[in-house]
Structure formats: C-alpha cells, structure tokens
C-alpha cells in the first residue's frame, strides 16, 4: 500500500524552529517529487514547498523562502521541512504528498499524508 | 504568482443535483489544472488532473475542463458523498498555487 506518515509537529514559540519528516512506504520514492502544503485552522489549502526525486531542485512559496529547507534522503525513504524563525502564521496542519508521476510535477498530487500540526504560540 | 479564483466559494444543491465549480486563473496556465476534494478532518483527494483527466478511482459523474485562464468541474448528478469542499490547483509554475476553495453543502 501506497502511504505517507508525516512526524514532528508540536507547539512551539514565535521565532522557535521544528522539523517535520514525511516516511513514505509502497512505492520507489526517489522516482518522484514530493510537496509540502499547509491548511491553516479553518483556511484553505496552502503549497509550501516541493523537491525533486533527486533533491537536486527545491522550490518554496514567497512567505517561507529563507524560514524553510525542504530536503530528503531517499535511503531513508524520507522528506523533511525544516522550519526557523516559526511565525503565528505558520500555525497550520502541514500535510507531504507526492507527486502523481514519475516524469512531470504538472500532474497534481495522488497521495497525501493525514497531517502533523503545527501551532505557533507563546 | 498565479492567482486563482474560484466561484462559487459556497453552494448549496441537493443528491441528483448537476452542479459546476469554476476556477479562474490571473494568467494563462495551459491545461495545468488539478481538482482535490477534501472532507472535514482529512487529507485532499486527487480528481483530475491536466484540467480534464479523471485520477484513476474518481467516479465517472465528475469531469473537468477548461484551458488557459478558465476551468470548470462538473458533478454530474451529487451522491452524499460529494458533499465536501473542493479546491482548484494550478501547475504551471512555481508556486503551485490552490484557489481558495468551494464548499459544497446539502440543501
């Protein structure tokens, strides 16, 4: 079974730094891209940062360029998101999800995690 | 950055009922459109992507289209468990940017 377990979320303080981990199962995952996207309490759905098969690209949505590092070691099957300089508007349920194909990221995204959340507050 | 709109953000309908969602990108996209459905307390599902191909497992009562700047998907006849939000997604550049979303409730 295809399937993605996102770890590491937890209340933390502005200006406070976590690293989420996405550990994905059933399928060969170096063979595609993956995604981080965030849903604030309420809100709606948020693209956050998305990395290559090989982690040789990175991307990342304008607010969280330079707060957060998307990487991953495929040995471990694993996707990461480093977060610093944690904000209020960073509280969210931050969900990994992979790519729908091996050979284009303009496919959507087929599988998704259930979510870690993250809450930024003193 | 791409902006994308979606109308409406609510609508009420009932089971049978034949309903569209349109999404409106800022700049044309080509046909790099994706559809989710997502139901309170759980992770986005993949409908269709590249505007119009339905994600393998998606009932058929759903279809999409559209190309450049406007899109649409088209539930053809609601089931209970169409009663959802759903959210458009762009594609063509970075970043991947959602629409806000459209809340599908029972009448």
């Known amino acids: 079974e295809v399937q993605l377990l996102e770890s590491g979320g937890d209340l933390v303080q502005p200006g406070g730094s976590l690293r989420l981990s996405c550990a994905a199962s059933?399928?060969?995952?170096?063979?595609?891209?993956m995604n981080w996207v965030r849903q604030a309490p309420g809100k709606g759905l948020e693209w956050v940062s998305g990395?290559?098969?090989?982690?040789?690209?990175?991307d990342y949505t304008e607010s969280v360029k330079g707060r957060f590092i998307i990487s991953r070691d495929n040995s471990k099957n694993t996707v990461y998101l480093l977060m610093i300089s944690l904000r209020a508007e960073d509280t969210a349920v931050y969900y990994c999800?992979?790519?729908?194909?091996?050979?284009?990221?303009?496919?959507?995204?087929?599988?998704w995690g259930q979510g870690a959340t993250v809450t930024v507050s003193s | 950055d791409i902006q994308l709109t979606q109308s409406p953000s609510f609508l009420s309908a009932s089971v049978g009922d034949r309903v569209t969602i349109t999404c409106r990108a800022s700049?044309?996209?080509?046909?790099?459109l994706a559809w989710y459905q997502q139901k309170p307390g759980k992770p986005p599902k993949l409908l269709i992507y590249?505007?119009?191909t339905l994600q393998s497992g998606v009932p058929s009562r759903f279809s999409g289209s559209g190309s450049g700047t406007e899109f649409t998907l088209t539930i053809s006849s609601l089931q209970p468990e169409d009663f959802a939000s759903y959210y458009c997604?762009?594609?063509?550049?970075?970043?991947?940017?959602f629409g806000q979303g459209t809340k599908l409730e029972i009448k």
């Open positions: 590249v505007a119009s």
């Open positions: 990395i290559s098969g090989n982690g040789g690209r990175t």
């Open positions: 997604q762009q594609l063509n550049s970075y970043p991947r940017s």
């Open positions: 700049q044309g996209i080509s046909n790099y």
């Open positions: 999800a992979k790519a729908t194909s091996t050979v284009t990221t303009r496919h959507g995204m087929d599988v």
């Open positions: 059933g399928f060969t995952f170096s063979s595609y891209a």
